[in-house]
């Protein structure tokens, strides 16, 4: 009887893919042989003149340098690229941020239109892929440092509307949340993030010392909105499983202010809204008319909340001239800059001064 070869089908497989890769190895380093290697060949006599120290000069010291190698210049100019990207020194903001256009409910919603050879040609064009490779590369810790004034109205942009799931309803729109009060929205993807935002607004159900007093004073026309962005489908589903606890920890007047957002957020909103890093948190101040009067990213540095504050205190009074016309015409001065840093405050339109409302 013919005796059966031990080798199964796997293990001939394995064998020639290690063949392979051998072989490939063996190219390789043929290919990468050191220029040395052919200069070899050459006399003894050449070797040695081209070796020999100039009078005047050390020993060991060698006349000519030798050529810079493709490859050293190749990783001095990537060294500098990465340099140049490393540099993740935050700067002020300044330029409003937001959209030209003012929002409404229903946009945004992650509705997909493309059709599915759409969705396949998108997929496979390597371009795109590329385009998004080198957007999260420009991803910095903290992206900017707020601005010590508010924007101004006539400048400020406005905040897009968000679609999606709150502790009370399964479907909603910030946009008609925001109209008509003074809002202090925090921006976030994750669990650091949220505690970055925290550091401006307070960990629920406590807010900020600085803004509890403004808070619990004008809760008519003032309110805390908080949006958790996810885009990640497992990591929503495990929101939508913890949103009992969510309701236990949170305060009842909070449950329809908290949203889940799963779609809708395109890369032009990110932009828009100064979003270069997903997993930082952002604290935006928003006005009656759901424009960015004062924006804030990571964690609350050196008089950022008070610049917050000051801010506050301003849309507040705005709010309460609104409602009653008979207090338009007062000076106020909360949103002073205590550094008195005039080129920002001018570049986003604002003079740190006390301004006359009315």
């Known amino acids: 009887m013919l005796q059966k070869n031990p080798l199964t089908f796997r293990s001939r497989l394995l064998l020639l893919q290690l063949s392979l890769h051998c072989k490939v190895a063996q190219q390789q380093v043929r290919s990468c042989r050191p220029a040395s290697t052919a200069s070899s060949t050459r006399p003894a006599k050449t070797r040695t003149l081209s070796r020999t120290p100039q009078p005047g000069t050390a020993p060991n010291a060698i006349a000519a340098a030798p050529a810079k190698s493709q490859t050293n210049t190749a990783v001095d100019r990537n060294t500098k690229n990465v340099s140049a990207a490393d540099d993740h020194t935050p700067r002020p903001l300044s330029a409003p941020l937001g959209l030209r256009e003012p929002p409404s409910a229903g946009q945004n919603t992650g509705i997909d239109p493309r059709t599915w050879r759409q969705r396949r040609d998108d997929f496979l064009n390597y371009d795109k892929h590329l385009e998004r490779r080198a957007s999260l590369t420009r991803q910095v810790a903290k992206p900017f440092i707020s ?15 968000l679609h999606g799931r709150t502790l009370l309803s399964p479907s909603a729109d910030t946009t008609p949340l925001l109209r008509g009060k003074t809002s202090l929205v925090a921006l976030f993807c994750g669990t650091w993030a949220e505690r970055q935002a925290q550091t401006f ?8 010392p600085s803004l509890a007093p403004l808070l619990a004073a004008h809760a008519d026309v003032l309110q805390r909105v908080d949006i958790n962005m996810e885009d990640n489908a497992l990591k929503a589903v495990l929101i939508r499983l ?3 606890s969510l309701r236990r920890q949170l305060p009842r007047a909070q449950h329809a202010r908290y949203f889940l957002v799963r779609r809708g957020v395109t890369d ?8 270069r890093n997903g997993k930082v948190g952002y604290v935006y101040l928003v006005d009656s008319e759901c424009r960015i009067r004062w924006a804030g990213s990571g964690p609350a540095g050196a008089g950022e909340v008070d610049s917050l504050v000051r801010g506050v205190g301003r849309l507040v009074g705005e709010g309460r001239q609104q409602q009653d016309p008979r ?4 000076v106020m001065d909360v949103d002073t800059a205590v550094d008195g840093r005039e080129g920002v405050s001018s570049l986003l339109g604002h003079s740190p001064r006390q301004v006359a409302t009315g």
């Open 201 to 208: 607004l307070g960990s629920p159900p406590a807010p900020h």
């Open 327 to 330: 207090r338009r015409g007062t």
């Open 268 to 275: 032009v909103i990110r932009e828009a809204l100064g979003v």
């Open 147 to 161: 601005p010590p004034t508010l924007i101004r109205a006539p400048k400020a942009l406005y905040f897009p509307n």
């Open 242 to 244: 913890f949103m009992p």
